[in-house]
């Protein structure tokens, strides 16, 4: 199930709005945006209408049909998985209005321009039912003036709701009410996105471009100024505005090849007039681009553009931008970057980089000018755009995928010090952040970031968040941490459950996190003791990415063998603590959750998934077998799967047979979620484990869940002796398989050794089927199977080539 699934409509959180349910929506336009806004409807469990206007040659619906078609092979994937596009009915404006008479909510999402906007919305207006919420995707229009030949009705149930692209992967959602939109549907859309669609929801006001695009566009374009200025390539100024300062590794220029050009320039003439009343003015070359429609990816060339090199190889080209030739985008070195590479912390790199000599490196200067033009247009727009700076830093969070907004930015560098040095060059400072100092402020956020400064009263205010929105950080502020290490923490989370929070390098797996965790779990445990349920989760990108890998290598290469065997029996035992603590044991996994990380959470009591799932046992990509349990517990749920069928677990049932060839699959061939509904599918999760699409509620989710186990009288289950093993004709049926897959050349020799390997574990090796074996006796399968595979040569090879790349070798 989906957390706050519209399989239950959702209802905003105010009683006066619970009437008010999203069942089905429509959405008007099937172009780049509109089908990928109807796809995540779909993603979400609604029926959707996506129309589009009417074929001038064959099917009249074809436009429509079209986009869908293109959804399903989209890349990135818009569906969660590709059965989803069957939500999706598809039509035209011409034949197909009549469909919109039970929709509760129609999004507008044609081109960006005021009359077609206006006039389509005259047209479908009589099609729409009374009580319809009716809504624009403009990027920046005026969304007041979009709605002005709506009749008075709708315009109390129309408001702006911009998704960013794509908007499966983007969280943001900018809300836009006008004077008339009514609280209640605004307040019922604001939930549904959050809830519903897993959006970060800033509510902004109806001013050109919003928040977002306001502030990241405009500083696109300063990027682009002081390019020129400075003299400085396409590929610096990426380096300089990359993962550097917190913002997107795509930089500023590959992030305009993404979104393309002709979108930017769109965003950009919205702009509001400057002071002496002067549109803003593109420069030339960003003009003969757009007359060449060099426009980005979708055109396959812009700012950077790939060709064939004499030998078949890619070769990434850059523009020139003083000639507009191509040539071969270099490595830009600048020595303030290579100091702060070696930060991890954002604050810390921002000092080193703000501390450069802006006389002798370029890229210093680079920094200062362009984050101090940030920070005082940041500062001037604030009336005009929001209620308050956080507003603007979760929008810039959320939307452009900084690391931090602006306003934190500025006091991670600091607010006084860096006024002082603006003024002391003779750099304009904005009236806004005068007002903050001469009040004996020195800080936009204050209290752990929980407060933040308000314009208009001179004080500080609650930072407002929705009921559920937490981080573990959060809850370490409030209510502490119980012990850590440098790989894990157990947090309290309050309410009796405790958080384990993965925290070491890419949260790979090591000894301190299994020693950590085990202890924790223990029965006889402090921890046990003093809590009622468990979450383990986290803050971070992803889940885990697994085992370390480079600490295995290294073993394998000094022949410590006996230490590999001990650390595999470790391991081993820290998933037989989560899965047989006494306390239920919640994981809620998100991002990438490979290897020992996806073996976590096979062993939990329950899984609070985010939608945003990538989970696999991927071992065999490196020429080894899951060794913590991961085939164990496949197996497992093979033969339970075939039990509930049969109500026994015959051995040789068709039922086990074809449960067994789909988890060999998913583990021979180190299937990779993409998202929580594959996983699901492939075995990962659970019927009864939620999917929490909001990953800002995930940890309170988790949460939830946990101590909803807990308080129905949780009964931690016993380790199993009488498991009836598959045995040795589905062993023998897989090694066929796997012997065709090699004789058609569709795998090597040593992907032969290790799917047999796994075939092995899974069957529970060659005994007859139907013998009764322990968990324990799996978990030896396992262990010997990865300690053999340990020792081959193109096993070594495979995980040094990984280590190296980041990429798997077929040897």
Not at 176 to 182: E, G, M, P, Q, V
Not at 387 to 406: K, L, Q, T, Y
Not at 483 to 506: F, I, M
Request: hydrophobic fraction near 45%.
């Amino acid at each position: 199930m989906i957390a706050g699934s519209v399989l239950e409509p959702a209802a905003a959180s105010s009683p006066r709005t619970r009437s008010i349910l999203i069942r089905k929506a429509a959405v008007l336009g099937a172009g780049t945006m509109g089908s990928r806004i109807a796809a995540h409807l779909a993603n979400a469990g609604l029926p959707v209408v996506l129309l589009d206007i009417a074929a001038k040659e064959g099917p009249r619906g074809a436009i429509a049909a079209q986009a869908l078609e293109a959804l399903k092979k989209a890349k990135p994937a818009a569906f969660y998985e590709a059965a989803l596009a069957g939500r999706v009915a598809t039509g035209n404006f011409e034949d197909d209005l009549h469909r919109l008479k039970d929709c509760d909510w129609v999004i507008e999402a044609v081109s960006e321009n005021l009359e077609i906007k206006q006039a389509l919305l005259e047209k479908v207006t009589p099609h729409l039912k009374h009580e319809v919420i009716l809504t624009t995707n403009t990027s920046g229009l005026p969304v007041g003036s979009i709605a002005a030949k709506l009749p008075e009705r709708l315009r109390h149930r129309w408001f702006g709701t911009h998704f960013f692209n794509p908007p499966r992967y983007m969280r943001l959602v900018e809300i836009i009410a006008t004077h008339k939109s009514d609280p209640n549907a605004v307040a019922a859309i604001a939930h549904f996105a959050d809830q519903q669609l897993g959006k970060e929801v800033v509510f902004a006001r109806d001013t050109p471009n919003f928040i977002a695009n306001r502030i990241g566009v405009f500083i696109m374009l300063e990027a682009v100024r002081l390019m020129q200025a400075e003299d400085l390539t396409i590929e610096e100024v990426d380096a300089l505005t990359g993962s550097a300062i917190g913002w997107p590794r795509t930089g500023t220029f590959r992030l305009a090849d993404l979104v393309g050009l002709d979108v930017l320039v769109n965003v950009a003439q919205n702009f509001p007039l400057s002071s002496a009343g002067e549109r803003l003015t593109l420069p030339r070359f960003v003009e003969t681009m757009l007359e060449r429609r060099w426009l980005g990816d979708k055109t396959r060339q812009g700012f950077y553009k790939k060709e064939k090199d004499a030998e078949g190889n890619d070769v990434r080209l850059a523009l020139d931008w003083k000639t507009t030739e191509y040539k071969p985008a270099a490595r830009p070195k600048f020595p303030t970057l290579e100091m702060a590479a070696n930060a991890e912390r954002l604050p810390e790199r921002l000092t080193q980089l703000l501390a450069g000599d802006v006389k002798k490196d370029k890229g210093a200067r680079f920094h200062w000018r362009l984050l101090s033009a940030l920070w005082n247009y940041a500062a001037d727009c604030l009336p005009e755009i929001a209620d308050d700076v956080a507003s603007v830093d979760r929008a810039m969070r959320a939307g452009f995928n900084w690391e931090m907004g602006p306003f934190q930015l500025w006091d991670a560098a600091g607010v006084p010090q860096t006024v002082a040095r603006m003024r002391a060059v003779g750099e304009p400072v904005s009236a806004n952040v005068d007002r903050l100092l001469t009040l004996d402020a020195s800080t936009w956020y204050e209290n752990h970031g929980r407060e933040c400064f308000d314009l208009g009263t001179g004080k500080y205010k609650r930072v407002r968040e929705p009921e559920g929105i937490a981080s573990v950080a959060n809850f370490r502020a409030s209510h502490g941490v119980v012990k850590q290490n440098p790989g894990v923490s157990l947090v309290d989370l309050g309410d009796g459950v405790a958080c384990l929070e993965l925290h070491s390098k890419k949260n790979a797996i090591g000894e301190d996190i299994v020693r950590l965790v085990t202890e924790a779990l223990r029965p006889d445990g402090e921890a046990v003791r003093n809590f009622e349920a468990f979450v383990i989760s986290g803050d971070s990108d992803s889940f885990s990415v697994g085992a370390n890998l480079m600490q295995l290598l290294l073993a394998i290469q000094e022949g410590e063998w006996e230490e590999i065997d001990r650390a595999i029996q470790g391991f081993q035992r820290m998933n037989g603590a989560i899965k047989f603590c006494p306390r239920p044991v919640v994981v809620a996994p998100f991002g990438m959750c490979l290897g020992g990380g996806a073996e976590m959470a096979l062993h939990a009591a329950k899984r609070e998934a985010h939608a945003e799932l990538y989970i696999g046992l991927v071992e065999c990509g490196v020429g080894l077998v899951p060794g913590g349990g991961g085939c164990k517990e496949m197996t497992l749920n093979a033969v339970e799967a075939a039990t509930a069928v049969r109500g026994n677990a015959r051995a040789e049932s068709v039922e086990l047979m074809e449960a067994l060839r789909r988890i060999f699959e998913t583990v021979a061939m180190a299937k990779v979620s993409t998202s929580a509904v594959e996983a699901r599918r492939l075995g990962f999760l659970a019927p009864g484990d939620r999917i929490t699409m909001n990953r800002e509620r995930l940890v309170s989710d988790a949460k939830e869940s946990a101590l909803t186990k807990a308080l129905a009288g949780y009964a931690a289950p016993v380790a199993r002796d009488d498991i009836p093993a598959p045995g040795e004709n589905i062993l023998a049926s897989l090694k066929m398989g796997v012997h065709m897959m090699r004789e058609g050349e569709y795998i090597s020799d040593h992907d032969v050794k290790v799917a047999n390997w796994v075939a092995y574990v899974l069957c529970g090796g060659p005994i007859t089927p139907g013998t009764l074996v322990s968990e324990q006796y799996l978990l030896d399968l396992e262990r010997e199977a990865f300690l053999s595979l340990c020792g081959e040569k193109k096993t070594q090879e495979r995980i040094a080539h990984t280590l190296k790349t980041g990429k798997p070798l077929r040897n």
